[in-house]
């Protein structure tokens, strides 16, 4: 039987639903003071580590990216012990050269989404993490190299405007989006990523386009159908990548995500409700020690 850890995530979107390879499978229900997570999270071995899978919008694709519980997905995954999470996703292209079946694994993002609870704290407590460099540095130079040894074409770099959805772009805002330097669009990088930093866990990005928006005036406009017919076709070099990246994965962090709440806590941990501290106690055990753990 595993033990119930993992030391890496693959949190699958759109057509990525199962992580195949998985030894020793365990699906475990978790329940946070957020909420359960989109779905169960299934745990194995993958070569010998201790994987977590979590289908973003549940299994069969029932949950909107507005509705997603992402606060409750990076905390289940933080109370596993997580210290990297490779994301898959579907993105459409804004560029001629990132063409559909390209992958990208992006380093910025453009926050473009509305209303969606985007941080652990408050009740209490302030923080304020770094986020200059959105992705982690180091998981994105495996991600990058493991997707390039499956043979697909990759762009390594770019940044990812994230809107809110559910509905596609406007000619108009597509056109605005590239002016602003966008390369490639999407709907559930944030809050993820804002949430793993706060979490200290790593956190990057296999983007696959699976569409030109609907900039490009030699292509038809993008369509549900379009992107996951697009994207079930990548599903096969986006599983390649992930297996090797999580054996590439450094032996230990030497990244800044590992650290990003030691400076980032503004309120002194005594002046904190206890109620808050508990919450937050998988976050803050590193600063807080026995006070918070109990």
């Not at 995530?9 to 909420?35: C, H, K, W």
């Not at 992705?135 to 040894?149: G, I, K, M, Q």
């Not at 697009?230 to 054996?247: D, H, M």
Request: aromatic residues 6%.
């Amino acid at each position: 039987m595993v033990e119930q850890r993992a030391r890496a995530a693959v949190v699958g979107g759109s057509g990525f639903y199962q992580m195949q390879g998985l030894t020793d499978v365990q699906e475990l229900r978790i329940d946070t003071p957020y909420g359960p997570p989109s779905d169960v999270i299934t745990l194995g071995l993958v070569d010998g580590m201790s994987v977590a899978f979590l289908a973003r919008h549940g299994i069969g694709h029932r949950i909107l990216p507005s509705e997603l519980p992402a606060r409750a997905n990076i905390y289940a995954l933080k109370t596993l012990g997580v210290e990297f999470i490779i994301s898959v996703s579907a993105v459409g292209s804004l560029r001629e050269d990132i063409e559909p079946l390209h992958m990208v694994v992006p380093d910025q993002l453009i926050d473009r989404t509305r209303g969606r609870p985007s941080t652990f704290f408050g009740e209490g407590l302030v923080a304020h993490v770094a986020f200059g460099d959105p992705f982690c540095p180091d998981l994105r130079a495996v991600l990058s190299s493991s997707t390039r040894e499956t043979g697909a074409i990759l762009h390594n770099g770019g940044n990812y405007v994230v809107i809110e959805g559910p509905a596609f772009s406007t000619r108009a805002e597509s056109n605005l989006y590239r002016t602003w330097g966008a390369d490639i669009i999407g709907m559930t990088a944030l809050p993820e990523a804002k949430l793993a930093r706060e979490a200290e866990i790593c956190y990057a990005v296999l983007a696959c386009s699976t569409d030109y928006d609907c900039w490009h005036d030699t292509h038809e406009d993008v369509t549900a159908e379009m992107i996951v017919a697009n994207l079930l076709k990548n599903v096969e070099v986006s599983r390649q990548a992930v297996r090797l990246a999580l054996g590439g994965l450094p032996a230990e962090r030497k990244c800044p995500c590992r650290h990003a709440l030691r400076d980032a806590i503004v309120t002194p941990l005594e002046l904190v409700p206890e109620a808050t501290l508990g919450r937050l106690a998988p976050l803050l055990d590193a600063y807080a020690g026995e006070r918070v753990s109990g």
